[in-house]
């Protein structure tokens, strides 16, 4: 987008004057548009005020398209790495992991990008938290924690309190369970 | 004396409509040797699955808030599939011994 700024500057700009053009070549009316406006009283007549309210609704349209501080990319390849039969076990870092953002009193701040699914609802993805020392805890956005509920905003997840206490690992002695294998369904 | 064994003993007796239960640990391998890490696993207790978990990383897995008894543990190394183990689950800590996974 700020490659093409010149663009946009010029559609933004000359884009209103078709369907303005239009309206008044074959339906010509005495039409306007007054109103206040970021502080001016304006009083529009004829193409111009047809050109003023498309020139507004384009405006609008550009402002809600994504700012240019954040850039989604996508990165394909194919890896030659013979004998791997779990791709699922094939784990590709980003470093640093700019998605993620923690701070020393372990806040933390994940930026994600949600697809959405068939019926248009987020298909959010697990999170795991994990440390060298601690059980690592899983959670699903998709629904409350066992004793926190999650508060959901439109585009905000806040899992905040003490809903995420990871626990030590082997802080109590454990009783050792004898494992069956079970047939396969 | 005998109001404390009183009060003991109806704690035991009202310990699983309290929902008192174990944590279930443990970790997963592929038969190659390293850790099997971000694995889905659930463990069903007559009928009732838990939240699922995954694994870490390291192949560790740690089940919260599961209810003693005989249960299954379930591995989905398949999507739609798992590799189920019949457990025992004890209070307040249950390990489960390293699974192998091919």
Redesign the interface.
Known sequence: MRNNFYLVTGTVVLLPLVPAYILFKFLPSEAGADGPYSGLSLKLKGAFAAYFVVLLAVMSFFHTLPSDQVEVWTVKGKIAAPGVDNVSDLRISIIPDQSQQKTPDLAFKIRLVVPRDSQGKPDFPNIVIEHPMFNPQTIHLDQDLPDCKLAKADDEVDISGDCLKLSKRGETPAFETPLVKLPDH | MKYLAKCTFIAVLAMPVLGWAA?V?GKLE?VAG?P????RVTINCAGRRT????????G???V??VPAGSC??EIWNAKD?P????????E??????T?KL?
Do not use: E, H, W
């Open positions: 944590n640990r592929r390293y099997a890490g971000y694995i939240n699922s978990v995954y694994t870490g990383g390291d560790f897995y740690f919260p808030k299954v543990l599939k590799v189920s183990f019949q457990i025992q689950v004890r307040p800590s249950t390990q489960v011994p699974v091919p």
